[in-house]
């Protein structure tokens, strides 16, 4: 399992290399792909970086976590390029390995 939060999406070789793999990436999302700026300044993921980022490594699952509260984030035909299941995380929501 690999964790990556409050993260402008760390995408050097080296942290690619580490999160290869994974059973499961948890990736912060805290922005839609329009507020890319914002996310950046802020230091924060935006959608289409975590997608790339998951693109790269190749996790069984990907769950997309620390999403913004005010802002509905929807995944759309993006995630499609993706070999594996995407999940938005919610409140209570229990992982299972």
């Known amino acids: 399992m690999v964790y ?3 993260t402008l999406g760390e ?3 080296e942290s690619l290399r580490w999160m290869s793999g994974a ?3 948890m990736h ?3 922005f839609d792909n329009q507020n ?3 996310a950046e300044k802020t230091g924060h993921c935006y959608l289409r970086k975590v997608l790339d980022i998951a693109g790269q490594t190749e996790p069984r699952r990907l769950l997309l976590t620390h999403i913004n509260p005010i802002a509905e984030l929807e995944i759309g035909d993006e995630g499609q390029s993706l070999d594996c299941p995407i999940e ?3 409140d209570g929501l ?3 390995f």
């Open 4 to 6: 990556a939060t409050d």
């Open 11 to 13: 995408d050097d070789p």
């Open 23 to 25: 059973d499961l990436l």
């Open 28 to 30: 912060e999302c805290n």
């Open 36 to 38: 890319q700026k914002w």
């Open 88 to 90: 938005i995380a919610t």
């Open 94 to 96: 229990s992982v299972a």
